[in-house]
């Protein structure tokens, strides 16, 4: 089973920001909680990864909880290109072990 | 650039005939994965490879076989035995030596007719 649990689904209107949760109330205290989203009939793409300071990219913000049991990613200004399923996984980050992908969050973008 | 490379990107076959699905990455990777993608659903694993010449069962591994012979190369072999074959295909890489995670290639959506 997937370690971590997110929403199925959530809509946000174009040009705000969307805050789609995670929760890995099981993360250990050497795994990463990464993210990545999927554009349909595409490979999964890399977004932004964290241990537990708060990180920005050109793409995303990562909010990670002090107790790391949860975390948000936030795209700030969503656009319709962003309409896709978002998959939050953790995992050790200098590891080859293999990693359950869960179902994700199907994010719809609206004009 | 480097990358992984899955072809073809659509691939029909005949009920009872095996097919094998393609999986190139240019990125030194030790590491390479596959999975499987019905539709609404995540990714549920494969098979992987660690190293040349050894690799482990997913959750799912009934009915497809893999050969890594190569660092390169991760075939994948969809055999008459896998019950219900059509998916999207995804392979994937990891260095297991930075933070980047995976890096996935394009998909092969396999249709058995």
């Known amino acids: 089973d997937a370690k971590t649990t997110q929403p199925p689904s959530m809509d946000c209107a174009e040009g705000r920001a969307a805050n789609l949760p995670c929760n890995h109330s099981?993360?250990?205290?050497?795994?990463?909680v990464y993210w990545y989203r999927q554009i349909h009939s595409q490979g999964p793409q890399y977004i932004i990864h964290g241990l537990k300071n708060n990180e920005t990219n050109e793409m995303a913000s990562l909010i990670i909880t002090e107790d790391r049991k949860s975390s948000t990613l936030i795209l700030p200004h969503a656009t319709l290109r962003d309409t896709a399923v978002y998959y939050c996984?953790?995992?050790?980050?200098?590891?080859?072990?293999?990693?359950?992908f869960g179902p994700g969050t199907s994010l719809s973008v609206i004009p | 650039d480097g990358g992984i490379t899955q072809s073809p990107k659509y691939l029909f076959r005949k009920e009872g005939q095996n097919v094998t699905l393609s999986c190139e990455q240019n990125?030194?990777?030790?590491?390479m994965y596959w999975y499987r993608q019905d539709p609404g659903q995540g990714l549920r694993l494969i098979y992987y490879s660690q190293i040349v010449n050894d690799f482990q069962k997913g959750d799912i591994a009934e009915g497809y076989s893999v050969s890594r012979e190569k660092k390169e190369s991760f075939p994948l072999t969809v055999t008459s035995a896998q019950k219900n074959p059509t998916a999207f295909y995804l392979c994937a890489s990891s260095p297991g030596t930075d933070y980047y995670g995976y890096t996935f290639g394009s998909g092969t959506r396999l249709t058995v007719v």
């Open positions: 099981t993360i250990s205290g050497n795994e990463y």
């Open positions: 990125l030194n990777h030790d590491a």
């Open positions: 996984i953790v995992r050790v980050a200098t590891s080859y072990d293999k990693v359950i």
